[in-house]
Structure formats: C-alpha cells, structure tokens
C-alpha cells in the first residue's frame, strides 16, 4: 500500500525536466507547445511582446502515462523575467493542464530602463540589504556580456564560491524594474541567496534562499526475503549490479533508533536507478570510491562548516565495501562519526533511487554526478553533510538549478530544553524552561550569567521592544528582555551586545519556544527564549534579578543523521525544487501557502511507513531529534492521523496565525490532506 501511494505522487509531481528529450516526438511537442502559447496569449492578457521570446526550459516526457510536461521561461530583451513561467502538460499534441505566471504588458511598463549600476556596487548594495558585511574588496573575475551581462564576481570574504551577478526583470505590483540578480553562496551554508537590487538605483527588491530550513522498489533488508520476480525493464547494465557493499544502517523502513536495532543491509542499489552500485561514476564495472561517495551522493562531516568534507570524514569501507562501524547512543554524537555518515550515505541513496523509479529521474532534473542515460545535466550528486558546525537543531537542503551540486546539511540535536531563567527573589522567583539560539556562545561553555533585566527600548517600529534598533537608555551589564517579531533573532542579540548588555532574554510571540536560528561569528553573549506566557509574567513583575544557567541534567545530544524522516524530508524539498518549475527553474515556491513542507513531511512519512500501520496509527515528524517517543507530536502542531481527535487540521487552519506558522505549519495543514489520500 505504501509504495503504491507514493508512486502516485511522485508521479503526479514529476511534471519538469530539462530540455532533453530527442527526436521528432519532441520537436513536435515543442511546436504544439509553441502554438498553445499563442492561442492561450490573448485570454490570458499578454501582448504579443509579452511571447516573444519565451523559451522552452524544460521539455520531459512521462512514459507512464503519454504525457510531455513543458515549461516557458518568460524573456523580454534577452533578459530573464523573475516568476515568469508558463507550464503545460500535453498528451500528443492535446492539452491535459496549462498554468501562467507570465506577467502582461512588459513593453510598457519596462520602458527605456538601463542599468546604471554596475554589477560590483549591486553586489555591494546586496550584501548590505542582507547585512553581511564584506571582508574583502570584491573584484571582477570574469564578464560573459549578453543582453544580461553575466558577471563573476571574487567572493568577499562571505560566499563559499565566486559571487554571480546577472541582469533580471523583477514584477513590482502592476510595473516591472530592471534589476540585478546577485547569487550569494554565503559561507556556512545557512543560506544560498538570490537577491534582486534595482538596476538604476539599489534598492532592495527581494530575495529568494534556495537554502529550505527545517528546525527542527529499492533496498531490502537482509533478512533472506524476496521480493518476487522483477518486472523491471531499465536494461541490463551488462553485469550483475551486485558490488557486495554492505551497511550497518537503521534500514528502510525504520525511522530512527526509536524502531529497533541497526541491520546489516547488502546490495541496497536499485538496478534501473543506480545500475553501477552506490560507489560508481563511470558507468563501467568497479567502484571508484570506497568511502561514502558515489554517483548519487557524498556524505561526510563538516564541523568546521566550510563547506567542504573534513579530511577522512567519508569513512571507508575498503575494497570489500563493509560499512560496519560502531554506535554507543549512550555516547555522544562525536563518538559515531563514522556510523551516521554511513546511515546518511544509505538513506540518501534510498530516496534517489526510489523517486527514481517513481519520475525524478535523469530526465527530470534529478541528483547524480553521471547520468547514465545521457539526459538532463549530470555533475550534482548530493553533497551530505553530516553533524554540520554551522549550528544545532535544525536540518536544511540547498537546490541549485540542475547541472549544479545540491547540498544537504544535517545536525546535531540538544535538549529542548536546554536552559533556565532563574528569578533570584520576589514575588516569582523560581526556575523557567528557555531554549538557546543555534549562534553565540551557550551557557554550559560561559557559566550562569547573573544580573538584572531590564525591558529594552529602541524608541522606533511597530514595537518599542522587539530590539531592532539601538537600544535607547539601556544599562549597560544588565540582561536584556526584548519581544520575537520584526527583525532577526541575531540582530536583536547584536543591537543588545552593541547596549552593552551581558544576556538576552527573547520573549516569544506564540506558546512554547523554538531554537533561535542565525549564524553570526560577532556575536559574544548568550541568549535565550522564552514563551509568550513567561514573557508576560516577566514583564509584569520587572524590575528583578536572574540568572541564565544551563539545565544541569540534559540528555546526550542526539544526531539527525540517524533520523531517516528527517532525511527523506530535506531530500524531498530538492525533489519538489527542481519538480515544480523544471530543473532550471528552482525558486517557483515562495509564495505564502506554497506546499512544499507538505511534500516534505509526506515523503518523511512514506518511506518510514510499517507495513503494520494503519490510517489511525499516530506519526510524528522528528520525534527522536526532539527526545519523544514515536507517539509524541515531532516538529508539527499535532501528529499526523486520519482521526480528526488527534489531528484537527482543515484547510480552515491556515487562518489560525497563532498557531500555523509560515511555512511549516502551512505545510503541515497541506500534508494533513495528503495523508488522507494516502490511505
């Protein structure tokens, strides 16, 4: 039952691909496509200069059902237009969907504009939109000219890879502005930035981070089971694709630890979806690694978070391909280093070849250093990055353009709750739960801090509070109490360490806490975060004395790396980027009840379903990261279930701003409808 519903929707969402398909079919799809264009223009609003020159990104045909999925790219003087893109499905020359963000009445509203920036001043007014302050002077590395002047620029001491800058329209209401795209691979990892400046006078016209956060058949087990005959028609690859690598993993199915013991699982790789084994990139019989690299990922650490595997950090498994190594989880992370790449190295490699098989495949955009088949762009298998150093608590997935490396960063998980705000006297004094921020220093490296809190001010805003701004009369040495909302969380601990303070206190702005995210190497004191309930209490009874002190009996740390539903839902937001607007057209989900976190979490769910569950059965997402048992909620307002006294969730939900966030909590609303079509 499970992969019969996940064959339908992958399917049903394996619509783009590059323009790769070959041969009379698709040229003469390509000129259906072209005609309905036309046709379609008028009801549509758009004037003939608004077609023109539209181009064919991705062209891709689903040999399951008949029907080539195509994508335009809107273009208006050879120039790119932000969002504009045309999809349409054809069954031979038939239309079965067409949908349009092509934006009308270009020619009118683009006008005589000419940049007068040059690319090096918007990649200035860039970084300063994103206030991140440069180390080094950038300078010009190459120029590819064209109608979008493609520029290359030296990284500035703040990007993992030369900075890009290249010539866009960006829609601005009812007008559009010439406007630079500047592409900022900002080191860390935490972010991947597209941002649009205004070509003629810098303004800020917006961002897009191909960086999605998350804070929070194939393989078999080697049990002597067999799956039956094979039906499968993907060729023969010449030879038996047997390598005899074997993995100690948690293995498809299991979720986590929370489901049993660890399994030795051998010759995991799917024969259409990785004919050569897991360890191949030449498409000929032997591995050419034996460490955790391959054709469809390269998992290792990187707890310096730069980016780059640490050296020996692949562990190896030898010519015999044993990946068998060690874990103690009564230890720390750090102790079985080599066992969870292992495990992300195999649930990476899972996931491809599952969606392989289900339509995100060579064709459709999907991650592989060496396409077999010779279509779509290859050289961008998935780089996984184990324990990153870049912060705790969280989970991300960077989906780049096909042809272009994505790259996964998976975390290490502490306590939720890892520290106290400690009232010393009066009328409340007491311990209160507070989380910690993934930046700065953490209170069981610097020790209590004591002092008193004061309620910040910086006199402008909506809010007075919420530390956006310099901080008006704060005293210095004391710990400051500010409001979530408005800005963020790391400029609010820079604009109190800037007052003097010593600590930060945020209080949020729904019940409970979260992990604070943000990366800054600047920022010198702690903070912490506390729930709308203990704000209020604490603003009502100021002024006091408190301390920030660790909780002195947190549990082991736990790893991600072992937590497959984390996994299947970081890779999943690579496979609904390059789905949705075609392999080259990777930033089409940003607006506001977009279903991507939807899609994540239903991939989380689907490839970690028992066969003995049923509809009513209680699943939470990233329960083992957040110390719960498999009933507990996970990262999501409610477990996931068809019985509406567990999850209440309707579509009516997405209103409740108190409770649904943006976008996770939008796309649990989504994922919520999923699971009932699962079933």
């Not at 780049?400 to 996964?408: A, E, F, I, K, L």
Request: aromatic share 8%.
């Amino acid at each position: 039952m499970a992969f019969i519903a996940l064959a339908g929707l992958l399917l049903s969402l394996a619509a783009p691909a590059v323009l790769s398909a070959a041969g009379p079919a698709a040229s003469g799809t390509a000129a259906a496509a072209q005609e309905m264009l036309k046709e379609r223009s008028k009801e549509l609003g758009l004037e003939p200069t608004d077609i023109r020159e539209a181009r064919i990104s991705s062209l891709v045909p689903s040999p399951h059902n008949g029907i080539t999925h195509v994508y335009f790219q809107q273009l208006y003087r050879g120039i790119e237009v932000r969002g504009g893109v045309i999809n349409m499905s054809l069954k031979g020359r038939s239309p079965v969907t067409f949908g349009s963000r092509f934006v009308a009445g270009l020619a009118g509203s683009a006008g005589d504009q000419s940049a007068l920036l040059t690319a090096t001043e918007a990649a200035e007014a860039a970084l300063a939109h994103l206030q991140i302050q440069p180390t080094e002077p950038m300078r010009l590395l190459s120029f590819e000219g064209g109608a979008e002047e493609t520029t290359l620029l030296t990284d500035g001491g703040v990007a993992s890879r030369p900075i890009e800058a290249r010539l866009t329209w960006v829609p601005t209401g009812r007008n559009v502005r010439l406007a630079w795209r500047i592409e900022i691979d900002q080191l860390g990892g935490e972010h991947w930035w597209q941002a649009y400046v205004d070509a003629g006078t810098g303004a800020d016209l917006g961002q897009d981070d191909l960086v999605i956060h998350d804070p929070l058949t194939v393989a078999r087990r080697d049990d002597g089971d067999s799956d039956g005959d094979s039906d499968d028609d993907g060729g023969d690859p010449g030879f038996p694709p047997t390598d005899g690598a074997v993995y100690n993993v948690f293995p498809l199915p299991f979720e986590s630890p929370t489901d049993g013991p660890r399994e030795l699982v051998e010759n995991a790789a799917d024969p259409a979806a990785s004919p050569f084994g897991w360890h191949d990139t030449d498409g000929a019989a032997g591995a050419e690694f034996t460490v955790t690299r391959g054709n469809n990922v390269h998992a290792y650490t990187d707890l310096d978070a730069d980016n780059v595997a640490d050296p020996g950090s692949d562990p190896d498994g030898g010519a015999a391909l044993s990946f068998d190594f060690p874990l103690d989880l009564s230890l720390g992370p750090d102790t079985y280093r080599p066992a969870a790449v292992t495990n992300l190295f195999y649930w990476n490699n899972i996931v491809h070849d599952v969606a392989f098989g289900f339509g995100f495949d060579e064709a459709s955009g999907n991650f592989q250093e060496t396409n077999y088949g010779g279509l779509g762009l290859g050289g961008d298998y998935v780089r996984a990055e184990a324990q990153d150093g870049s912060g705790t608590n969280n989970a991300n997935f960077a989906t780049p353009s096909d042809g272009n490396r994505p790259r996964m960063q998976m975390f290490v998980w502490t306590h939720p709750t890892p520290n106290f705000v400690r009232i010393n006297g009066g009328p409340i004094a007491g311990d209160f739960t507070a989380s910690r921020a993934s930046f700065g220093p953490q209170l069981p490296d610097v020790g209590p801090i004591t002092a008193d809190v004061t309620l910040v001010d910086d006199a402008s805003g909506a809010s007075t509070t919420d530390g956006c701004e310099p901080f008006v009369g704060f005293p210095s040495g004391n710990i400051a109490l500010l409001d979530r909302g408005s800005c963020t969380f790391v400029i609010k601990v820079l604009n109190a360490q800037a007052a003097g303070a010593v600590g930060v206190i945020v209080a949020n702005n729904a019940a409970g806490t979260i992990t604070m995210g943000g990366a800054d190497p600047t920022v010198a004191i702690p903070s912490v975060m506390v729930s709308i309930e203990i704000g209020d209490l604490f603003k009502a009874n100021l002024p006091f004395n408190a301390t920030l002190v660790a909780n002195p009996t947190l549990s082991i740390n736990r790893d991600s790396d072992l937590d497959a539903g984390v996994i299947a839902h970081e890779y999943g937001h690579g496979i609904s980027n390059r789905l949705t607007g075609g392999p080259g057209i990777v930033n089409c989900l940003r607006n506001a009840e977009q279903m991507g976190e939807g899609w994540s979490d239903w991939q989380a769910l689907t490839f970690t379903t028992e066969p003995s569950d049923n509809p009513l059965t209680v699943r939470g997402v990233g329960t083992y990261v957040i110390f719960q048992g498999e009933d507990g909620n996970g990262i999501r307002p409610t477990p996931y279930s068809t019985d509406l006294a567990v999850n209440p969730s309707t579509y009516a939900s997405v209103a409740d701003v108190a409770n649904i966030s943006q976008p996770h909590g939008i796309g649990y609303v989504w994922n919520s409808m999923l699971w009932e079509v699962y079933w």
